[in-house]
């Protein structure tokens, strides 16, 4: 009888956790990829994927803070991209492409520091997009 109680609860579990996750093309767009540069206001290390935010400069002097959307934790762990690789206060470059939303945020696929070292935070490495 417990085991019949279970099933039904683990495939609850596991719609809640579908929903939760959306793929690339739902809502970024491979057709308009973004560089920015600014300084980390925050980072998420969570699951289902790490957030950063970004201030960044615009050409008329005002402060945007954009959020990049990256890879899961334990994927970016085994790519060798820690915690601490990205920290409030870094400033970066961030490759990616923007939401379809038209917001300030994005799939930050590249992030470069300023002494040219670079690690990929979503995707594969060398991948423009994943779907």
Not at 44 to 64: C, S
Not at 82 to 91: C, D, K, L
Not at 101 to 121: E, L, W
């Amino acid at each position: 009888m417990k085991k019949l109680l279970v099933l039904p609860l683990l495939i609850a579990g596991l719609g809640t956790a579908i929903q939760a996750h959306h793929s690339f093309a739902a809502e970024y767009d491979s057709s308009k990829p973004v560089t920015v540069s600014g300084t980390v206001t925050k980072v998420e290390w969570q699951n289902p994927h790490i957030w950063y935010y970004v201030d960044v400069k615009e050409q008329d002097g005002t402060v945007v803070n954009w959020a990049f959307s990256g890879g899961a934790p334990g994927q970016l762990m085994r790519r060798g991209v820690q915690r601490s690789s990205i920290q409030p206060g870094m400033v970066i470059t961030v490759q990616g492409f923007l939401a379809k939303d038209g917001s300030h945020s994005g799939n930050g696929n590249k992030v470069t520091f300023p002494d040219g070292r670079a690690v990929f935070t979503a995707g594969d490495e060398g991948d423009k997009k994943k779907e």
